[in-house]
């Protein structure tokens, strides 16, 4: 699939997600060149309008956004980014150019910081050290986590469940990674059975 730069007159509208937690960042805009660069170098590149030059997305603030991959709308008019940001996207020191960060996503973002904790093999993290220990250690604090989780569903006080339900959903995605397998792949069951 080609993009039609003749419908834009030669500038497309590039919609920015990111590739982690599905949030979009920010819409920018793109003529052949940026679409180019960015794919020669891995880094989004746009046209900047004001400008009137290609402009890199953080070459001043050193807050860039890496490539994952590259799609285009039905109508083949829209570019559609996922990228990994290095930093605040929008030049407020949000996340988003749409308004702060949400918390939906977010364990994509938890499960990759477990994923580098374990990978450093940083003896001062308590994930790795937990990894270390071993599956039956790692099962095991995933179930008294669910044991907590129960006795607080039966009581009053919601704040005390949140963070019961926030150490089991920590532990299970420990768990998860022993395993071999990524939150991802659960949700693709969960998804199977609705159908």
């Keep these: 699939m ?36 960015t794919k020669a170098t891995g880094l989004v590149t746009f046209y900047s309008r004001s400008k009137q030059r290609l402009w890199t997305k953080g070459e001043s603030s050193g807050n860039t956004l890496t490539v994952v991959d590259i799609g285009l709308d039905c109508d083949m008019d829209t570019i559609f980014i996922k990228a990994n940001p290095s930093g605040p996207v929008c030049h407020t020191g949000s996340q988003s150019c749409f308004g702060q960060e949400t918390n939906k996503g977010f364990l994509y973002s938890l499960e990759q910081t477990i994923e580098q904790r374990i990978s450093d093999k940083n003896q001062n993290s308590y994930t790795n050290k937990l990894f270390e220990r071993g599956i039956n250690k790692i099962a095991q604090k995933v179930g008294e986590e669910a044991v907590e989780l129960v006795i607080e569903a039966k009581d009053d006080n919601i704040n005390l469940f949140k963070n019961e339900a926030a150490d089991l959903l920590y532990h299970l995605l420990i768990l998860f990674r022993a395993k071999g397998i990524k939150l991802e792949d659960v949700e693709g069951v969960l998804k199977e059975r609705r159908k």
Excluded: C, R, S, W
């Design 2 to 37: 080609k993009p039609d730069f003749n419908k834009g007159n030669g500038l497309l509208p590039a919609i920015i997600q990111d590739a982690t937690t599905m949030q979009v960042l920010m819409l920018g805009y793109m003529n052949e060149e940026a679409l180019a660069q």
